[in-house]
């Protein structure tokens, strides 16, 4: 539980703002006095899933391995690409956010579980279109780009 005053040196209200602001809500009669936080969970067992969660997996028993609810997304860079950098960054993220690294399974009973790997070292497939002529890389990097949006999901969400 947070109090105001932890409350206020997270928040990125000044004092005076945040004082405005929880004189206002009180007008309006709704409670400020103590917060609630959402704690990580500590262990790395199988739970089970959310109703969202049991909706996506019952989905994916009907039509298995079906790319339906991949998100895909293509960004044109221009100039060199540092790989290593691009990596890290990802391998940061994932670290950071556990949804990234849930995956479903199957218990022996039949149930849904979610698991979540541990952090890893993010590897991209890197493709290097520079050896085609240039009027044949951006067909080329579409195909590509849609065989990937395509590809059903795999056991490590990659």
Do not use: C
């Amino acid at each position: 539980m947070l109090s105001h005053e932890e409350l206020r040196r997270k928040a990125t209200l000044s004092t005076d703002d945040f004082e405005l602001l929880a004189h206002l809500l009180e007008e309006e009669g709704i409670e400020t006095g103590v917060l609630s936080t959402i704690t990580p969970r500590q262990s790395s067992d199988e739970v089970e899933l959310s109703f969202a969660q049991q909706r996506l997996w019952f989905i994916d028993q009907l039509e298995p391995g079906k790319p339906t609810y991949n998100i895909p997304f293509a960004l044109r860079l221009n100039g060199r690409l540092d790989v290593s950098a691009l990596e890290r960054t990802i391998t940061e993220i994932v670290r950071r956010h556990e949804v990234l690294r849930t995956t479903f399974s199957t218990a022996a009973d039949g149930t849904p579980r979610q698991r979540i790997a541990a952090p890893a070292a993010y590897e991209l497939t890197v493709e290097d279109l520079s050896s085609l002529p240039a009027s044949d890389r951006e067909p080329e990097a579409l195909r590509v780009a849609t065989r990937e949006a395509q590809a059903p999901p795999t056991p490590t969400g990659r």
